[in-house]
DNA sequence: CGCATTCACTTAACATGTTAAGTATTTCGC
DNA sequence: GCGAAATACTTAACATGTTAAGTGAATGCG
């Protein structure tokens, strides 16, 4: 059996640790999570989304995403309406904490990102995302732990 | 700010996760998770590991491999015994259950690992994975929590 | 209409990630 | 040798990952 610490999953984890290792310190001085954060940016975006939405866009599980929005909604830094069409929907947004909050993060967060981009090259970042956007997409039709399948 | 989904973490992320969901089901079937999988292959390559050590070759943080190798140690998958010149270091090693429970997990394993390679491209992943390689040189310089450091 | 099914979440339960604190052992300096 | 500092873990506490089950609201269909 090859070596597992030459295997790709190895070699994913230990390369976005090594990304995640520069953002924490910065996010952590400012009481957010990786997560928290990326849901906060998610919203910035737009005006106000699902949250099977959210889910998809911050790349987090059903579960999670629960668990952190009634956490943020707590700490005010977001909202949440329920949908009038459709009671079962809940519309969630950025609030104006929230922008705040954000304001006060995304310089460092930049900077910190503009750093990687020098050390490791503006170009071979975007080499690098072209590949893993390449793996995701050969892998996306194979499927892995899909319902509604043929299977069974 | 750039769009975060398109962000270097966001990409690694992603990638990471299209990639485990082609292992995660096989390993369930077998009572595995992720991270116990990876424990058994790091002690499958050697006699005996030190816990730190093996926290380092399997990208574990301590007290997640502490928990982790109490249940497998329950589980009668790996064995435990202090080392006698130094009481605090415990030298940990695969059982023969967990080497049986290795060879009925591979076959299928190695075959996943196949496939990905053949969809994505023997050639893309060995360089993908040199860039990965590259990326994680670039930061370690940078560091990003270290102690000892000459700051504050 | 009536009711089974689907849908959009939320809760629950257990495993791991992450940081801080705790414990026992060893080493170092004097 | 003896006490402070370092070392090798382990525990604790809280946040998230992951799967399964639960809840209430909408849909589909006979």
Redesign the interface.
């Known amino acids: 059996?090859?070596?597992?610490?030459?295997?790709?999953?190895?070699?994913?984890?230990?390369?976005?640790?090594?990304?995640?290792?520069?953002?924490?310190?910065s996010l952590r001085e400012h009481g957010l999570t990786?997560q928290q954060w990326?849901i906060l940016?998610?919203l910035?975006?737009i005006e106000a989304v699902e949250v099977t939405e959210l889910a998809r866009?911050a790349?987090l599980l059903g579960p999670s995403l629960s668990r952190i929005l009634r956490d943020l909604e707590a700490r005010h830094l977001i909202e949440r309406k329920t949908a009038k069409a459709d009671q079962r929907r809940s519309m969630v947004s950025i609030s104006k904490e929230g922008v705040k909050l954000m304001a006060s993060v995304?310089p460092t967060s930049?900077a910190i990102?503009a750093?990687?981009t020098r050390?490791?090259g503006a170009r071979?970042?975007a080499?690098?995302?072209d590949?893993?956007?390449?793996?995701?997409q050969?892998?996306?039709e194979?499927?892995?732990?899909e319902e509604a399948s043929s299977e069974e």
């Open positions: 059996m090859r070596d597992f610490s030459r295997s790709l999953p190895m070699s994913l984890l230990r390369a976005r640790e090594a990304v995640m290792r520069q953002f924490r310190p990786e990326r940016r998610a910035a975006a866009t790349f995304a930049e990102y750093e990687i050390r490791f071979k970042l080499e690098l995302q590949m893993l956007g390449a793996l995701e050969s892998l996306a194979l499927g892995g732990a």
